[in-house]
Structure formats: structure tokens, C-alpha cells
């Protein structure tokens, strides 16, 4: 068996995982495998920006106002705090690495409105290919820097533990690689950075690897997961055969755009904030309507130079016949985000010694019931940061790795690589976990999925479907992108109160 050696092991290369290999980078060696490209992430396809409180009539302390608001009471306030402050000095950062965040003729940065923000804070690049130049900028950067290994193609099978249950690297297959698994150790802390879970669901925006692997290899490592019954769905996907999940970003929303039926009917004229809207309330109206077997359209033919702002969604439109210029747009709901994940604290490390966790398959309490628009990217480079500045503050005293740790080294729990079933786990959890849940269906669902695991082993896609549905049977109540028919209402005695699963548990924690 392969083995190779690296103070520090980040599996997952979108933006959480770039960020933290360039940080750690000053640390030590890293090693940063990836499942797919990163052409391929979450990261690479947001269409979005990154949020930051850089206008004038703007203040980190409004942003953090939205962020709590739009989380439905289950931000934790200390972490939104951190992020909302860090981020000015985040997109600067950005910016002097080489991101051409869009500008005025002045130089002035150019700022977008996006759904339950109050200021207009949203920074684009390249119009609405924001993590394409983000991810293409970080690419450069980490790729010069000579301590750091790229791995791609890496199918993780487990974590590596010592006696003391305590993680010390992954073991997985290097596709065209020979036919045996690799050992890759970590001296002082394995990072999972994997993203999420969307490709779980029917319809998603999410690209083909987010099939919520890191979530499965918490979980057997001991890791306790926190809030996996909120999976925020994105109201408009495109609702079209050959580009069915194509995201039409909420820019185009915050510029002038507007959710019409086919009678040009706006759905969302009765509520305060139109169509902007938080992502939960707007994706309910959308199904609400589409139960009543109406199409819903996204209307920006009033969006005055639509194939500047948004190139990239006006190449496909028109790629598939569609002109947004003239033509009202099909969309549908589809799975966008997983607010829950890996329970972190605000350096990332999880509840299990020599691991940690970024991005979007960690729960650092940010998010709450309902991600606020572009707060994902700002996410994965504050907390990138923050995980290399308290790994650097811990020093050299946290290392793992000994020859006699190495020689004692266990794998974990390994999946079953079964995914001829990924299918079938994609409709369940939309029949049963999508926007709309009640307990007969879960179980329904829940049933279903066990059948499958005695069938054809417990996959990680399994394995996370059934914690979501698990989670989602727990909460008896309906709270940002968990709605529940069978209880319809936030239970106030629920605030601040999160879903915690570990181990076959699932317990009720205050997190403020």
C-alpha cells in the first residue's frame, strides 16, 4: 500500500479547500486531494457573489443583522459576528490576489442586491461567473506555491485513526493509479472540505460530486453532525429537458427580474420584500403553485443589457433556444445548499481530535435554518483562514504522526462504492425530504433507504440521505428551509436549539 506523508491533509479542492491549502501553505506542507476537478465544485459554478458590508452606507454590523434574520433564530450570533466582520478584509484579500471583482468606469467595486439583503453588498466577477474567476484566481495562486501536492481523482474509503481514536489522515483509491489504496497521513491535521450533499436530490444545481461523502466520513470518524434537515433549495432552476438544475442566479432577481405564472401574474406581489424574498419563502410559493399545476416563468425582459450582466446564463439560455432579452424563462425549485454538516467551532475543528472541517460540509452555525445569498463563498475564505491562524497558534504539539502512531494506524469504517443505487437515493429524498415533509413520507423514505443498504451496502450517499431524513424526523416544527405539513409553525421554544446526531444519537443542543 502507498503511502504518503504531509503535515496537513485537505480533501476537497473547491474554494474552502483552495483557501485553506494557500493559508496553511505558511505552515507547512499540504496535501489537497480532490474527488473532482475543481472546474467541477460548488465553488467553480456559483453564479452568485461573495457578500461583503464594503458600501458607504453599509456597516459589518447590518450584514450580521441580515444574517440573522434570514437564519430563522438559529445563527449562532458569536460566528456571524466573526464572519460578517472578517469579510471587507476577506474580498480585499481576494482582490489584491487577483480576482477582477467587476467595477464602475471610476474603479469603484460594483455592488449587487440579492434576496433578505438590506444593503446592496454583493461583489461579482465576470457578471454572474463569480467562483469561476474566484476558483480560477485561487488556482493560480495555490498551484505556485511549491509545498503544496495536488492529488486529483482521489476516491476517499475512510479516515485513518490511531488507538486513541484520533485521526491521522484518509485511505482511498488514486484513479489510474495502480489497483492498490493509498495511506495519506497527515502530521498534524486532516481537513475535510468535500462540499455538500445536493446531488442526493432529484433536482439540484449541484455539480456531480457533491454526494455528501465528508458528511459519511464524519460520522463513522465519531464527528458530531449538527442541522441536516436544512437543505436550502434554490427557487429558480432552470425547468428545462437537457439543462434541467441549471442555475439562474438570484442577481437576476436583485437586478429588475420577477417570478411570474403563465398568466404573467406576479406570485410574489403580496409579500414585503417581493422577490427578494429569503430563498426559503420564495422556493414555498414556487411549489405552492406548481402543486396547482401551473408554470412558474422568471421574467427580466425589463433588465437592460442582459447578456452583459449575465453572460453565462444568457449563453445557455440561448443555447437552448431561450432569449431572456425576450423570453420568459421555466423554473422550478431544485436542492442548492446544506446548511447543516459537520459541527465545527470557529476554527474549524470538529468534536474529534486531528480532525477538521471547512466549507459547505461543515455546521460552524453561520447559516442557521436558511443560508442569506452569498454568504457561501465568504464562508469558505474567512473560516480557510481561520483554521490555518489556529492551526498555527497550536503549534507543532498537536502533531499526530510517530512511527509508532503510523504502525498502530486503523481505517475507519470503509463504504460500500456501490453507485448504481444513487438513483434511486436521489428520488427518495425528493419525495421525502424535499420542500415539503411530513413524518409518514420520512418514514416512508427512511424505510426505503435501509432497504437499499441491505441490498447493496451502505454507500456514503446512503448513509447521509438517511442522517438527513433522521434529522428532519426529529424536528417537530417548520423553521427556514425545513417546512413540515404536519407542523406548519416555528416552535419558540425551538429557537436557538439545533439538531445534533453522533453515533446512532440524536440530541437537542443550545448553540447561543
Not at 182 to 194: D, P, Q
Not at 366 to 383: I, K, P, Q
Amino acid at each position: 500500500m502507498k503511502t504518503v506523508v504531509a503535515d496537513f491533509v485537505i480533501i476537497g479542492s473547491g474554494l474552502a479547500g483552495s483557501v485553506a491549502a494557500y493559508a496553511l501553505s505558511k505552515f507547512g506542507d499540504v496535501l489537497l486531494l480532490s474527488k473532482e476537478p475543481s472546474t467541477k465544485s460548488n465553488s467553480f459554478a456559483a453564479q452568485g457573489g461573495i457578500a461583503a458590508a464594503v458600501g458607504l452606507d453599509d456597516a459589518p454590523e447590518l450584514h450580521q443583522l441580515d444574517t440573522l434574520l434570514a437564519g430563522g433564530d438559529l445563527c449562532d450570533p458569536k460566528v456571524v459576528s466573526q464572519v460578517t466582520a472578517r469579510a471587507p478584509e476577506i474580498v480585499r484579500w481576494l482582490a489584491e490576489l487577483g480576482v477582477p471583482f467587476n467595477c464602475t468606469p471610476s474603479g469603484v467595486w460594483k455592488l449587487g442586491l440579492e434576496g433578505a439583503h438590506s444593503r446592496k453588498r454583493i461583489l461579482h466577477a465576470g457578471g454572474d461567473a463569480t467562483g469561476r474567476r474566484i476558483m480560477e484566481t485561487m488556482r493560480k495562486a495555490v498551484e505556485a506555491i511549491p509545498n503544496v501536492v495536488r492529488i486529483p481523482r482521489v476516491r476517499i474509503l475512510s479516515l485513518l485513526e490511531n488507538s486513541n481514536a484520533e485521526v491521522m489522515g484518509a485511505r482511498g483509491w488514486v484513479l489510474n493509479d495502480g489497483k492498490e489504496p493509498h495511506r495519506f497521513f497527515a502530521r498534524r491535521a486532516t481537513i475535510l472540505a468535500t462540499g455538500g450533499a445536493g446531488q442526493l436530490f432529484l433536482r439540484t444545481t449541484n455539480p456531480t460530486g457533491a454526494t455528501g461523502d465528508g458528511i459519511a466520513l464524519g460520522y463513522r470518524a465519531g464527528a458530531r453532525l449538527r442541522n441536516l434537515e436544512f437543505v436550502q433549495f434554490h427557487p429558480t432552476a432552470l425547468d428545462v429537458d437537457g439543462a434541467r438544475g441549471f442555475l439562474i442566479s438570484e442577481a437576476v432577481r436583485g437586478a429588475g427580474g420577477v417570478l411570474v405564472d403563465e398568466n404573467q401574474r406576479r406570485i410574489m406581489a403580496d409579500y414585503p420584500r417581493l422577490d427578494l424574498e429569503p430563498r426559503d419563502v420564495v422556493s414555498r410559493v414556487i411549489y405552492t403553485e406548481m402543486e396547482k399545476g401551473k408554470t412558474i416563468y422568471l421574467d427580466g425582459r425589463s433588465i437592460q443589457d442582459f447578456s452583459l450582466k449575465f453572460p453565462t446564463i444568457d449563453q445557455v439560455c440561448r443555447t437552448l433556444g431561450f432569449d431572456p432579452a425576450l423570453d420568459l424563462l421555466p423554473v422550478s425549485p431544485a436542492a442548492h445548499f446544506m446548511m447543516g454538516g459537520i459541527h465545527t467551532d470557529l476554527s474549524g475543528q470538529t468534536s474529534v481530535p486531528g480532525l477538521y472541517a471547512t466549507g459547505e460540509v461543515a455546521c460552524t452555525g453561520l447559516h442557521g435554518a436558511n443560508r442569506l445569498a452569498s454568504n457561501s463563498l465568504l464562508e469558505c475564505a474567512v473560516m480557510g483562514h481561520a483554521l490555518a491562524e489556529s492551526l498555527h497558534r497550536a503549534g507543532d504539539e498537536r502533531s499526530l504522526f510517530h512511527d509508532e502512531a503510523c504502525a498502530a494506524v486503523r481505517d475507519g469504517e470503509e463504504a460500500d462504492l456501490a453507485e448504481d443505487v444513487l438513483i434511486d437515493v436521489q428520488e427518495i429524498l425528493w419525495k421525502t425530504a424535499g420542500m415539503v415533509r411530513e413524518q409518514k413520507t420520512m418514514e416512508q423514505g427512511l424505510h426505503a433507504l435501509r432497504a437499499l443498504a441491505e441490498e447493496h451496502g451502505m454507500s456514503f450517499a446512503v448513509e447521509t440521505a438517511t442522517l438527513i431524513l433522521q434529522s428532519a424526523l426529529s424536528r417537530k416544527e417548520s423553521r427556514g428551509a425545513h417546512y413540515r405539513s404536519d407542523y406548519p409553525r416555528v416552535d419558540g421554544m425551538l429557537n436557538g436549539v439545533d439538531t445534533e446526531i453522533s453515533q446512532n444519537r440524536i440530541d437537542r443542543v443550545r448553540s447561543f
